[in-house]
């Protein structure tokens, strides 16, 4: 099966700073999506990478807050801008491949906004 | 918006019996449904895919049912280990094939006691 990493696995950043985490897997995929994992609260999907072109966000997440790059068909990042205690949380990168309907996640990154 | 209601309570369960698990969610049936694992630091482990029209589905130990009448899916554990210990998740994906972000209930936290 394929692995799927996430860097930083932590952070631990300060009010007004950007994080830009990144997600790696290592055999092309058909879909990748980051979601955020508050504390007590379930999986939101942020967006959607897009290959090559601009990411496709949910109601509540804009693209100022949450860039997306997509190069690839592996690798993707996403940067949490301008950060306040709000945003600390988990987040996570799942991908899906040609052959499932199924969604394989990351591990995730924990991040804490002080 | 589509809301999934989940066991909020933690569920604890005698080793060796069966645990069932409650999905429900409001609006349209979505056409497909899963059941994920979340170990605690981890992310989401695919478990169980169940189509719109699909009633019940098995792997080994797992069975989970589908019944859009009642908007609702059961997830049960038969024979249940102090390993089945964890906290899982139900998912819509509501166009199905994968291509669009799942949307998550907050969990079920399972405890299964020696």
């Known amino acids: 099966s394929a692995v799927i990493s996430q860097k930083p696995s932590r952070d631990i950043c300060q009010r007004g700073t950007s994080l830009t985490i990144q997600c790696q897997v290592d055999s092309q995929v058909t879909m990748m999506f980051w979601y955020r994992q508050q504390p007590g609260q379930s999986l939101t999907l942020i967006a959607t990478a897009n290959q090559g072109s601009e990411a496709t966000y949910e109601s509540g997440f804009v693209i100022d807050k949450f860039p997306i790059s997509r190069p690839n068909l592996t690798f993707s990042t996403l940067t949490v801008s301008n950060m306040s205690p709000e945003d600390s949380s988990i987040y996570l990168c799942?991908?899906?491949?040609?052959?499932?309907?199924?969604?394989?996640f990351g591990p995730g990154t924990r991040l804490t906004v002080l | 918006s589509q809301k999934i209601e989940q066991n909020s309570e933690a569920l604890n369960i005698q080793e060796g019996k069966t645990a069932t698990l409650t999905c429900n969610y409001t609006n349209y049936s979505p056409a497909y449904l899963q059941w994920y694992r979340q170990d605690p630091g981890r992310g989401p482990v695919f478990l169980l895919l169940i189509r719109e029209n699909e009633k019940e589905k098995r792997k080994e130990r797992l069975k989970v049912t589908f019944d859009t009448t009642l908007k609702q899916s059961l997830f049960h554990i038969t024979a249940s280990q102090p390993a089945d210990s964890a906290t899982y998740l139900c998912?819509?994906?509501?166009?199905?094939?994968?291509?669009?972000?799942?949307?998550f209930g907050k969990g079920t936290h399972l405890i299964i006691q020696p």
């Open positions: 799942s991908v899906t491949f040609r052959s499932t309907d199924t969604q394989y």
């Open positions: 998912a819509l994906d509501m166009a199905g094939g994968g291509a669009d972000g799942l949307t």
